[in-house]
């Protein structure tokens, strides 16, 4: 059974720093690339961020190009998402999914292109 569960998320003041992880089980963690996606109350989710197989190409939305960095160890079957300079807006619960990919560098966007995911972990930036 392929499992993600993320942590890291919590309470933070404007302009502070949090790191997500994603630990993911039953299945061989580089066949995929792994992607992050958030959803603020009342809003649709959408993408922050995804990695190919190789943790080589990388891909950020534009608001978080600069602030947020995603990278993967694959020995460790873990994906992170390092958030800097984070704002109020930031606010959401963050998910974490994988995507089957052929390629090494194929990079998803979209969440249907993704197929298993997380439960969420909340972030709060306060102003």
């Known amino acids: 059974q392929v499992q993600l569960v993320e942590s890291g998320g919590g309470l933070v003041q404007a302009g502070g720093s949090l790191r997500l992880s994603c630990a993911t089980s039953?299945?061989?963690?580089?066949?995929?690339?792994m992607g992050w996606f958030r959803q603020a109350p009342g809003k649709e989710r959408e993408f922050v961020a995804a990695?190919?197989?190789?943790?080589?190409?990388?891909y950020y939305t534009n608001s978080m190009k600069g602030r947020f960095t995603i990278s993967r160890d694959n020995a460790k079957n873990t994906v992170f998402l390092q958030m800097n300079s984070l704002k109020p807006d930031d606010t959401a619960v963050y998910y974490c999914?994988?995507?089957?990919?052929?390629?090494?560098?194929?990079?998803?966007?979209?969440?249907?292109?993704?197929?298993?995911w997380g439960q969420g972990t909340q972030v709060t930036v306060s102003s």
């Open positions: 990695i190919g197989r190789n943790g080589a190409n990388k």
């Open positions: 039953g299945r061989t963690f580089s066949s995929y690339a």
């Open positions: 999914a994988s995507a089957t990919t052929r390629s090494l560098t194929t990079i998803p966007r979209a969440a249907e292109e993704y197929d298993y």
